[in-house]
């Protein structure tokens, strides 16, 4: 690791330079303590487009090459779902520290070899559930706590629009992990959970299009105590792509986008506030100081997004996926 004043700088590497990776190198341009040294493609080309757009070093036209470059400490994953895990695994293997885009992986299954990989290795590793490191959702873990609407029992979210269907793209490629509840569903999920805590059932119906991805789906999911989470997510459905949280003392309303909302509104009998979680530049930015905060401390996991919440994502997603009649190539 370098070196930016006192403090170490953590040198990045991007695997797949594509939308999400190009946001991921604007935020870590806004950022200090970090600095993207390196950029890995299966096609050179566009690595090298990428390096030159964000004055990245070095450039390679494939995975291994970004993996074998000792001057990266740390990889973020922005490939296909498909390939999170295995790209985790090789940059793992070759002692990299990993943030990898969500969802983590296809299923539970590799989402446990990755953590385990981790693990033995003593590498850091996050799933980047960019919402959780946001002011909307710091702010709402703070309602939460200081129990200023009382006890959550009910949260409802969705997540979705209606796109015309290409089967080319990653939506509707079910090699590349396609359908909407990996993509848009997993951040219903994840509110659920952040609220309520771990998924103990699952009641869920869905649509699967001639592509064979899961064009919309919804489902009830039951938490302990029988507090419910009702989620939805459509890549063929326009939905309100809005969540609400409703407690024994009131109301915390989510606004679209509800994964990255610039505002909460708290309702309770006193009446309604408005609370400001809006930021300047971009978003995922966050998460890396997340990473950042964690490598400084000697940690391997974040207290913020654990092992434990990404398997308990992984295991909703696959027990809602088997229910609405969806399997990935290999599986």
């Given at each position: 690791?370098?070196?930016?004043?006192?403090?170490?700088?953590?040198?990045?590497g991007?695997?797949?330079?594509?939308?999400?990776?190009?946001r991921?190198?604007?935020?870590?341009?806004?950022?200090?303590?970090?600095?993207?040294?390196?950029?890995?493609?299966?096609?050179?080309?566009?690595?090298?487009?990428?390096?030159?757009r964000?004055?990245i070093?070095?450039?390679?036209?494939?995975?291994?090459?970004?993996?074998?470059?000792?001057?990266?400490?740390?990889?973020?994953?922005?490939?296909?779902?498909?390939?999170?895990?295995?790209?985790?695994?090789?940059?793992?293997?070759?002692?990299?520290?990993?943030?990898?885009?969500?969802?983590?992986?296809?299923?539970?299954?590799?989402?446990?070899?990755?953590?385990?990989?981790?693990?033995?290795?003593?590498?850091?590793?996050?799933?980047?559930?960019?919402?959780?490191?946001?002011?909307?959702?710091?702010?709402?873990?703070?309602?939460?706590?200081?129990?200023?609407?009382?006890?959550?029992?009910?949260?409802?979210?969705?997540?979705?629009?209606?796109?015309?269907?290409?089967?080319?793209?990653?939506?509707?490629?079910?090699?590349?992990?396609?359908?909407?509840?990996?993509d848009?569903?997993?951040?219903?999920?994840?509110l659920?959970?952040?609220?309520?805590?771990?998924?103990?059932?699952?009641?869920?119906?869905?649509?699967?299009?001639?592509?064979?991805?899961?064009?919309?789906?919804?489902?009830?999911?039951?938490?302990?105590?029988?507090?419910?989470?009702?989620?939805?997510?459509?890549?063929?459905?326009?939905?309100?792509?809005?969540?609400?949280?409703?407690?024994?003392?009131?109301?915390?309303?989510?606004?679209?986008?509800?994964?990255?909302?610039?505002?909460?509104?708290?309702v309770?009998?006193?009446?309604?506030?408005?609370?400001?979680?809006?930021?300047?530049?971009?978003?995922?930015?966050?998460?890396?100081?997340?990473?950042?905060?964690?490598?400084?401390?000697?940690?391997?996991?974040?207290?913020?997004?654990?092992?434990?919440e990404?398997?308990?994502?992984?295991?909703?997603?696959?027990?809602i996926?088997?229910?609405?009649?969806?399997?990935?190539?290999?599986?």
């Amino acid at each position: 690791m370098g070196a930016h004043g006192d403090r170490p700088v953590i040198r990045w590497g991007i695997a797949g330079p594509g939308e999400i990776a190009t946001r991921f190198a604007e935020g870590m341009r806004e950022l200090q303590g970090g600095a993207v040294v390196a950029v890995g493609s299966r096609s050179v080309e566009r690595a090298q487009a990428f390096a030159a757009r964000f004055e990245i070093p070095r450039s390679f036209g494939s995975y291994e090459a970004l993996a074998e470059d000792p001057d990266v400490d740390a990889v973020y994953v922005a490939t296909p779902h498909s390939r999170h895990a295995a790209d985790t695994l090789l940059f793992l293997s070759a002692g990299k520290h990993v943030l990898c885009e969500k969802p983590f992986a296809l299923n539970t299954t590799q989402a446990q070899a990755m953590i385990a990989a981790a693990d033995a290795g003593q590498r850091f590793l996050m799933e980047a559930m960019w919402s959780r490191f946001l002011p909307a959702y710091r702010e709402l873990r703070a309602l939460l706590d200081e129990g200023r609407v009382g006890d959550p029992l009910l949260v409802e979210a969705s997540f979705g629009w209606r796109g015309d269907v290409v089967p080319a793209h990653r939506h509707f490629d079910l090699d590349q992990g396609g359908g909407a509840l990996l993509d848009l569903g997993v951040y219903t999920v994840n509110l659920s959970q952040f609220v309520l805590g771990p998924v103990e059932s699952i009641v869920a119906r869905g649509h699967v299009g001639d592509t064979g991805v899961d064009e919309h789906v919804a489902a009830v999911l039951q938490h302990a105590d029988d507090r419910l989470g009702v989620v939805q997510a459509a890549i063929r459905t326009p939905l309100t792509c809005t969540a609400r949280i409703a407690c024994t003392a009131g109301v915390i309303d989510i606004p679209a986008f509800m994964h990255c909302p610039d505002h909460l509104v708290v309702v309770t009998p006193a009446g309604e506030e408005r609370i400001d979680t809006s930021w300047d530049g971009e978003g995922l930015r966050f998460q890396v100081e997340e990473v950042h905060r964690c490598l400084a401390a000697g940690l391997i996991e974040s207290a913020v997004m654990p092992w434990s919440e990404t398997l308990g994502i992984a295991r909703v997603l696959d027990e809602i996926r088997a229910q609405v009649g969806v399997r990935y190539p290999g599986e």
